[in-house]
């Protein structure tokens, strides 16, 4: 006759006999819960130990994602910018070669005996009144009867005669000279040095180091009376044009 646990535990409490029989069917039966109570527990380890290595896994997972993310990021990196500096390079060398074509038909085409590109400034990033102010040649084209002066007029010094005739440009975009009505200035003996009878400044374009402008002058006299001024005119658009381009393309500063 089976028995249910619960009362065959009250009977062996409460019973001096003792069934041999009976004690060994319950001895098993407890053993075998307390082993299924240690297999679910040991089950329950197992998926806890598993869901953690999948966690470990994952975490290392996205570490080694996130390296690679960033190694292919420097790389793409690298590789723009080389690319971008080798275009700014190409821009750059092609604004300076438009610059000499246009400088070269001003003196082939015109009455200009000189063209030249310079540039207006203080010598630093940032213009500022109360110091001393120079002009560089940025560029030039000459006829065969003149001399370069690209090296000799490079920070040259902008004197008292000269400084008005920049404050002129820099409002009417544009001034005639006539070199021998010109105030006394180192300027206007290079001017004369050259036989220059008269000359032309066209802004180009302002930036917050400088202005940039074009400085034609010729051995005739009131050249831009000249029939050919209207080609002049015609080519100083052009290169405003350049020089514009490449202001928005941070090519000059």
């Keep these: 006759m089976e ?21 060994l069917r319950l001895s098993i039966r407890w053993h075998f ?26 975490f290392y997972d996205l570490i080694w ?4 993310f960033a190694l292919g990021v420097m790389i793409a990196s690298v590789l723009f910018n080389r690319e971008r500096k080798q275009s700014r390079i190409t821009e750059i060398t092609k604004m300076d070669i438009e610059v000499e074509a246009v ?6 085409e015109t009455a200009g005996d000189r063209a030249l590109v310079l540039k207006f400034h203080n010598g630093g990033t940032v213009i500022y009144s109360g110091v001393n102010k120079y002009t560089s040649v940025i560029a030039e084209s000459h006829s065969p009867a003149l001399n370069s002066i690209r090296q000799l007029v490079q920070n040259f010094p902008v004197d ?10 820099s409002i009417e975009k544009q001034v005639a000279l006539d ?15 050259d036989g ?58």
């Design 3 to 23: 028995v249910k646990h619960t009362k065959t535990c009250v009977y062996l409490l409460t019973s001096t006999y003792y069934d041999e029989e009976l004690h």
């Design 33 to 58: 819960g307390t082993l299924l109570s240690c297999s679910s527990v040991c089950r329950c380890r197992c998926v806890v130990t598993k869901m953690i290595l999948m966690l470990v896994g994952d």
């Design 103 to 108: 400088l070269y038909q001003i003196e082939q």
């Design 65 to 68: 994602g996130l390296v690679w």
């Design 160 to 169: 008292r005669g000269y400084l008005p005739i920049m404050n002129k440009l």
């Design 196 to 253: 220059c009878k008269s000359a032309l400044l066209v802004e180009l374009i302002q930036t917050e180091s400088g202005l940039y402008f074009l400085d034609v002058s010729s051995k005739k006299e009131n050249f831009v009376m000249d029939d050919t001024y209207s080609k002049l005119e015609q080519l100083a658009n052009r290169l405003r044009n350049i020089y514009r381009a490449g202001k928005k393309k941070q090519l000059v500063h």
């Design 179 to 193: 070199v021998p009505q010109m105030e006394e200035s180192a300027v206007r003996r290079r001017y004369i040095q």
